[in-house]
């Protein structure tokens, strides 16, 4: 049986600020985030990982180095592009109310109705194109596990994740938003025990450790 932990990356400069994000924007890690990788490291110390995979973006890349450190296990650590985020063209360093006056159909479907996303007057990407790369990932993960029984990292973002396990997981596309979106620093696991056939959940957004009253700006 293969298990993935999916982790949501640690709080930002503009997730706290309410801006998009997307995969091309970037900010810092806010200086309380890594006391939550801390947190999160210690959920996750009862286990021993055989791999770490990360989106490239500066704030993934840093949940992630640090969150190593913090679980003092030596495993790989692999860059791969298609765990970045949803590209959101145009809305990428908005913030969420600018976005809602200019662009408010796109944003109402991103959010809530998924199936009628339509990004082209953004310049951003479809569900379908983020699920497909994404999921690209995950093949490759579970195809390296040859042993069929390792634990996986993947550290990536709140809307891509979303996405990608509600699609591992057999849900709809219209329904993916179905159980909310996923916060900082918080802990999604799968497995399969059929080499990628099927998944089964788990754990959804799991946040028990972090041990903190949650904001509208922690979870997307």
Avoid at 110 to 124: H, K, M, N, T
Avoid at 182 to 194: A, F, H, Q, R
């Amino acid at each position: 049986m293969t298990t993935l932990y999916f982790i949501r990356h640690g709080k930002t400069k503009w997730n706290l600020e309410g801006r998009y994000q997307g995969g091309h924007g970037d900010s810092p890690l806010l200086p309380e985030s890594y006391a939550d990788i801390e947190r999160l490291a210690r959920f996750l110390a009862d286990h021993r990982y055989a791999a770490l995979y990360t989106s490239p973006l500066p704030r993934a890349k840093m949940t992630a180095i640090f969150l190593q450190e913090q679980l003092a296990q030596t495993f790989p650590i692999y860059i791969d592009e298609g765990l970045r985020e949803f590209n959101l063209g145009k809305m990428e360093g908005m913030r969420f109310h600018d976005v809602q006056q200019r662009f408010p159909s796109q944003i109402r479907a991103f959010r809530s109705e998924p199936a009628l996303y339509d990004p082209r007057p953004i310049d951003g990407e479809t569900f379908p194109e983020v699920i497909q790369r994404m999921r690209g990932v995950v093949n490759k993960v579970i195809k390296r596990d040859r042993t069929g029984d390792g634990r996986i990292i993947l550290v990536s973002h709140g809307a891509a994740l979303t996405a990608l396990i509600q699609s591992l997981l057999g849900t709809p596309l219209a329904d993916i938003r179905k159980q909310g979106g996923l916060t900082n620093t918080s802990t999604t696991i799968i497995k399969t025990e059929d080499a990628g056939q099927s998944f089964q959940l788990v754990k959804w957004n799991e946040t028990s450790y972090l041990h903190k009253t949650l904001t509208k700006t922690d979870t997307i």
